[in-house]
């Protein structure tokens, strides 16, 4: 007896940095996206050095805060444009605050279904402070796709 699909997802969030992964995270959140026929959203959470302490603030008449998060929703937009037909992709977020807690806080908001998020590895501080994505995938409430960068296994034969 053939199963039929039937969608898990209806919602996904992909949490994007502005690191050389990142398309790499938005091509597997389009995936799983399409894959269930979900809807996706993408997230960049910036984060303000406590240097600047009105932007820090994420005041959005600082000039700094409006630069950045213009940046942010370009760079979010040339990702988007080139995703494939067929995915429901709504526009992009840019949030001002601490990476992990803005990427929770946003999955929330829109009661995604699965979040996808890049892993950078553990290295240095990272050992005892955690990274962003385990930080999101040991507090979420819902389910968290974490995206290696590792190369695919060697063929067998």
Known sequence: MKKSFHP???KVL???DASERAPAVFELAVDMARMSGARLYVVRVITIPPEFPAAAAGSPADPLVTRTTAGAVQDLSRLIAGAPDGVSIEPPIVRIGVPWK????????RD???IVIGS???EGWDHILGTTAGKVANTASRNVLVAHGRPPAAAVG
């Open 102 to 109: 803005a990427i929770l806080d946003t999955a929330d908001e």
């Open 120 to 122: 950078h590895g553990y």
């Open 8 to 10: 898990v997802f209806q």
């Open 14 to 16: 992909a949490a994007v």
């Open 112 to 114: 995604v279904d699965l």
